[in-house]
């Protein structure tokens, strides 16, 4: 079915280790973003990505590494993992449509991530 | 972006419109007004954009000032699935990577 998916949706983990959370897309959208949501908080931006091989840093970058050496794949990896990353983690897509019309962001599920 | 600011949370009874307010006096002249949602447990979900008239597609109506500092979202009908909380952005639309700035938004819940 198309759409924004993301795996594993539950994960637990200990400190130290390394952990990858997965996003795939299937409309080829060229944005791909990946948020965190802490209990009670809005989203904060990690990491976002323009195209293939191109990625950037957004607001809470320290931690994680992202990747995109497919359009419609961004996987996110905490190398080692400590407690303040147990969050809910949502992945998101976009697309430019030219025209000044606007390119609203699709969500994914979610991954909830805890690490002991 | 802009800051925004919204109530907590409101109640609205079932069947009834709901209109969630929201300030964002210091919005600048090339920033939109976005709203999302976000059912418990579940991604945000896009809902309606402006940037300076009035809009309204399935899901609700947007209202925006004639000075634009601040917007109303209404959902005409509210439903016991519109419970969830929604959130007022402002942004600039002059590139996709531009990220969306979550604040508290408001949560609504809708009672039978």
């Known amino acids: 079915d198309a759409g924004i998916t993301q795996s594993p949706r539950y994960k637990i983990t200990e400190t130290g280790r390394q952990v990858t959370l997965m996003c795939h897309q299937t409309?080829?959208?060229?944005?791909m973003f990946w948020y965190r949501q802490d209990l009670g908080h809005g989203l904060r931006l990690i990491y976002y990505?323009?195209?293939?091989?191109?990625?950037d840093k957004g607001e809470v970058p320290d931690g994680y590494v992202v990747s995109r050496s497919k359009t419609e794949n961004f996987p996110l990896t905490l190398e080692s993992a400590t407690r303040s990353q147990t969050s809910v983690y949502f992945c998101?897509?976009?697309?430019?449509?030219?025209?000044?019309?606007?390119?609203?962001?699709?969500f994914g599920p979610g991954t909830r991530l805890t690490v002991t | 972006d802009a800051k925004t600011t919204q109530p907590t949370s409101m109640d609205c009874a079932e069947g009834r419109a709901a209109n969630l307010p929201c300030n964002h006096s210091t919005i600048s002249g090339n920033e939109y007004v976005y709203w999302y949602r976000q059912i418990h447990s579940q991604g945000p979900q896009y809902i309606i954009h402006?940037?300076?008239n009035n809009e309204t597609n399935e899901m609700a109506s947007l209202i925006i000032t004639e000075d634009r500092k601040s917007s109303t979202l209404i959902l005409p009908h509210a439903t016991l699935r519109d419970t969830a909380v929604y959130y007022c952005i402002v942004r600039a639309n002059n590139n996709a990577g531009n990220m969306l700035t979550f604040g508290g938004g408001t949560r609504l819940m809708v009672k039978p």
């Open positions: 409309w080829s959208h060229s944005y």
């Open positions: 990505s323009a195209a293939a091989d191109i990625t």
């Open positions: 402006g940037l300076k």
């Open positions: 998101a897509s976009s697309e430019w449509r030219g025209g000044g019309h606007s390119y609203e962001q699709y």
